[in-house]
């Protein structure tokens, strides 16, 4: 149970007005003679939106049982980037989409990943840098290092900047991840003392002089004895996302929501509860940049995902391989469970504070 444990968390610990073209991804379908790739128009891939249940986001179109999770959607809703993995989770890719010329594009790998393990993509404020995480090796390295980092692109016009490391003092020996930034740029992530360990936590740091300053461990009750990853900030810094495997849950990893108080600490972390946290593995918490969608990673999807295009998923086998059912994919829903549980009393909802 314990390696099993293990497993599973590891592989949660990263766990419209129309842009100039870009050329990060692949051409909308009615561009490319023959593709089978659906026409998507609209927001959110021009999906149904979803009620109060949990469903499949994009399913067969986006969804394909890749360990699909951590969506990030620019503030305008018109571009999208998102985690897949291969079933044994050897290799973790960012695949990006964007609303060009009146349609979804297919989803390919982000021109800033593919050659190593990338993770936990988040927008800034506003929408023009990109964090992530990635085991990829700095420029004094010649090859990979035995840690991963917090690394950032900029948008420069039609495309993104090459990948830079944030570097100290956010970045360390140990393996920094899952990045978050609040619109006054301070940034949360989740710090791992040791690969292959259950030593997670999360922490802040403040933006200073064009950098960050040293980052500070979140306190309890945030923090606990248990292990706490996945951080999503709110823009406004009034609650905190996160999933952890704490004591008293529905699964191996359940999702959470504590909120700022009028002192500047934290509420006690409130168990998001069922449907969202399950009996499997609940993980990766988003909130859509206009407040309305709630996206988290389940391992609940136990039946497989019917290919909408054949292109997309041959596309996403050779470089994957094989999705296999249970290893997780992307849900959404309304996202009225952040208001519902915010405390009556004693929360704040404004300006970030500094602990």
């Known amino acids: 149970m314990a390696k099993f444990l293990i497993a599973v968390c590891l592989a949660l610990c990263f766990v419209a007005a129309v842009r100039p073209n870009r050329t990060t991804y692949g051409e909308p379908s009615e561009m490319i003679g023959g593709s089978d790739?659906?026409?998507?128009?609209?927001?959110?891939?021009?999906?149904?939106k979803p009620g109060p249940l949990p469903e499949v986001f994009a399913p067969g179109i986006l969804s394909l049982g890749f360990h699909e999770h951590n969506i990030a959607i620019s503030p305008d809703g018109t571009e999208m980037f998102f985690v897949a993995a291969s079933p044994d989770f050897s290799r973790y890719v960012i695949m990006g989409t964007e609303f060009r010329n009146g349609a979804w594009t297919m989803p390919t790998v982000a021109s800033f990943s593919g050659g190593r393990n990338d993770g936990a993509p988040a927008f800034s404020a506003d929408?023009?840098?990109?964090?992530?995480?990635?085991?990829?090796?700095?420029?004094?390295?010649?090859?990979?290092?035995?840690?991963?980092?917090?690394?950032?692109?900029?948008?420069?016009?039609?495309?993104?900047?090459?990948?830079?490391?944030?570097?100290?003092?956010?970045?360390?020996?140990?393996?920094?991840?899952?990045?978050?930034?609040?619109?006054?740029?301070?940034?949360?992530?989740?710090?791992?003392?040791?690969?292959?360990?259950l030593d997670w936590d999360l922490y802040m740091a403040s933006p200073r002089n064009g950098t960050y300053g040293v980052?500070?461990?979140?306190?309890?009750?945030?923090?606990?004895?248990?292990?706490?990853?996945?951080?999503?900030?709110?823009?406004?810094?009034?609650?905190?996302?996160?999933?952890?495997?704490?004591?008293?849950?529905?699964?191996?990893?359940?999702?959470?929501?504590?909120?700022?108080?009028?002192?500047?600490?934290?509420?006690?972390?409130?168990?998001?509860?069922?449907?969202?946290?399950?009996?499997?593995?609940?993980?990766?918490?988003?909130?859509?940049?206009?407040g309305k969608y709630f996206f988290f990673g389940s391992f609940r999807n136990v039946r497989p995902l019917a290919p909408a295009s054949r292109r997309y998923s041959d596309y996403m086998t050779s470089r994957l391989g094989t999705p296999v059912p249970g290893k997780g994919t992307l849900y959404w829903m309304e996202a009225k469970i952040i208001d519902e549980l915010r405390p009556k009393d004693g929360s704040r909802t404004g300006s970030n504070a500094s602990s």
Do not use: C
């Open 37 to 48: 790739f659906p026409v998507l128009k609209g927001a959110y891939l021009g999906q149904k």
């Open 215 to 290: 980052p500070a461990k979140l306190p309890a009750p945030v923090n606990s004895d248990a292990n706490e990853a996945g951080p999503r900030i709110a823009p406004d810094g009034s609650y905190l996302l996160f999933h952890s495997n704490r004591a008293g849950g529905f699964g191996v990893m359940d999702i959470y929501i504590a909120y700022r108080t009028e002192d500047g600490g934290w509420s006690e972390p409130a168990n998001l509860g069922e449907p969202i946290n399950s009996a499997f593995s609940d993980w990766g918490p988003v909130v859509s940049p206009d």
């Open 127 to 197: 929408g023009q840098r990109l964090y992530f995480s990635s085991r990829r090796p700095r420029k004094t390295q010649a090859t990979a290092g035995d840690d991963f980092d917090i690394w950032f692109v900029e948008r420069r016009g039609a495309s993104w900047s090459e990948a830079l490391n944030l570097g100290s003092p956010v970045n360390s020996e140990q393996n920094e991840v899952n990045p978050s930034v609040s619109s006054d740029g301070t940034l949360y992530f989740q710090r791992i003392a040791k690969l292959g360990t």
